[in-house]
Nanobody
Framework: QVQLVESGGGSVQAGGSLKLSCAAS???????VAWYRQAPGKERELVSR???????TYADSVKGRFTISRDNAKNTLYLQMNSLKTEDTAVYYC?????WGQGTQVTVSS
């Protein structure tokens, strides 16, 4: 099974930006990929995904602010997060080929 390692999380003030990366240990070009997040005391939620047919979806709460992308040559998935809000604070997980990363913390302060 492919292994995934996220990076790029951290602390930022509201209105700032972060770019998350998810490096896969193997080929993920044929798989759908996604980013999920889980805030303290809340259920894990789907943030964005790229389906196997190339279609992209976003949660309503991040539309217009977040951009998902992938570099198949590098087996890497990205999530560009702009105009961050305090409610974006969560642990972010990448998913590819049914594998989950370990998560990376994103903290947005006011």
């Amino acid at each position: 099974q492919v292994q995934l390692v996220e990076s790029g999380g951290g602390s930022v003030q509201a209105g700032g930006s972060l770019k998350l990366s998810c490096a896969a240990s193997g080929y993920i070009s044929s798989c759908g990929v996604a980013w999920y997040r889980q805030a303290p005391g809340k259920e894990r939620e789907l943030v964005s995904r790229i389906l196997s047919n190339g279609a992209i979806t976003y949660a309503d709460s991040v539309k217009g602010r977040f951009t998902i992308s992938r570099d198949n040559a590098k087996n890497t998935l990205y999530l560009q997060m702009n105009s961050l809000k305090t409610e974006d604070t969560a642990v972010y997980y990448c998913v590819a080929c049914a594998a989950w990363g370990q998560g990376t913390q994103v903290t947005v302060s006011s």
